[in-house]
């Protein structure tokens, strides 16, 4: 039992002082909370619970040792003042289905934090994310879901999720990313049929023609409220179908012949309200409407001015 009172080693900065942590922890019969204040005996039920919030603040995350949870299913790192996580931090971690680390103050993720960790869902919104290493997700077999929403990343990197190949649903809205590159998803479909991918609020002025070079089907693809003034028409290349074609709130003005003929011809739903879009294009779209396999989502002001 003295092991699991080192359940969490945080390291402070500035003192070097190596201390445990205050949990929230909830029994695995009754769903009750718990509170379990650091170096405090280890209570019956502790090393059963299959939910455990972190509640305490401190800057860096470093060699957390959850080797004795055998029947843990989330693990909530939430508004605990983390600055860095350092490599091999969850080392220990069985499989996880939620792993949640939002409103922290983490600026990188290093490649050596997450490869191989087994987590399903991971969740890292609402932090100060600029810079994510090409290799940082590599071999994270397990995840299907990723939340990278409210952060500061201006690039997506096509390297991201190799060997991810359970991976269906990267959320990264609300950032700063400027543009799509070529071969963004090439990491994709490897055991999924569909993939969902939100980047709705970020600045995405241009989408490379060879974005979407892979075979494979999109459920949602959200490029909602970004600065994309007009789509090219081949950028659809391979993909087979998408479900949901998102581009409301963004700077097109008209949609080319390409763009309806190929990229509408995959799509099921088009939403494109609140776009700048010229009259003459408008009433073109709606001509067209009949014979093109999406549906057109336009706005009530869209349809009335013209
Ligand atoms: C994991 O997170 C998802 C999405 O937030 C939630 O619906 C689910 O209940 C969570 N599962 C556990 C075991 O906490
Ligand atoms: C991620 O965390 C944020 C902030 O707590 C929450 O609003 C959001 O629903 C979570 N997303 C998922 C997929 O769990
Ligand atoms: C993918 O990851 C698994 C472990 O999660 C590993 O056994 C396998 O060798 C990896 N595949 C590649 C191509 O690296
Ligand atoms: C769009 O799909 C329809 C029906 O499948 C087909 O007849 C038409 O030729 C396609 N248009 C283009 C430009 O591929």
């Excluded at 003295?2 to 080693?9: A, P």
């Excluded at 170096?39 to 299959?50: A, D, F, N, Y």
């Excluded at 709130?249 to 088009?270: A, H, M, Q």
């Amino acid at each position: 039992m003295k092991l699991v009172v080192g359940l969490l080693v945080l390291v402070e900065l500035s003192w070097g002082i190596t201390n445990n942590a205050d949990l929230i922890w909830y029994d695995r019969e009754t769903g009750e909370p718990h509170n379990y204040v650091a170096r405090e005996p280890t209570p019956e039920g502790l090393l059963q619970t299959e939910k455990i919030v972190v509640n305490q603040k401190f800057s860096i995350l470093w060699e957390v040792k959850f080797a004795f949870f055998d029947n843990l299913e989330a693990l909530m790192i939430d508004d605990c003042g983390i600055n860095e996580i350092k490599p091999n931090t969850f080392r220990d971690l069985k499989p996880l289905t939620n792993l949640s680390l939002t409103f922290n103050h983490i600026r990188e993720i290093k490649e050596g934090v997450f490869n191989f960790v087994q987590v399903k869902n991971l969740n890292f919104s609402h932090n100060r994310l600029a810079i994510i290493g090409a290799r940082a997700f590599d071999n994270m077999q397990a995840l299907e879901t990723i939340t990278l929403d409210f952060n500061e990343l201006k690039n997506w990197n096509g390297d991201w999720f190799f060997n991810c190949s359970r991976l269906a649903t990267v959320s990264l809205t609300h950032n700063f990313l400027e543009e799509i590159p070529a071969n963004a998803f090439k990491n994709f479909w490897k055991d999924r049929d569909t993939v969902n991918i939100y980047l709705s609020y970020n600045k995405i002025e241009t989408v490379d023609r060879d974005a979407f070079a892979e075979v494979g089907k999109f459920g949602d693809l959200f490029l909602d409220w970004n600065d994309l003034p007009r789509v090219d028409g081949h950028i659809f290349g391979k993909l087979t179908s998408v479900e949901h074609l998102n581009l409301n709130g963004d700077s097109l003005r008209c949609l080319s012949e390409e763009f309806i003929g190929n990229v509408l011809n995959k799509t099921n739903l088009v939403s494109v309200q609140g776009n700048p879009f010229k009259c003459e294009c408008l009433k073109e779209l709606r001509n067209r409407e009949g014979r093109i396999r999406a549906r057109v989502q336009l706005s009530q002001e869209q349809t009335v001015d013209c």
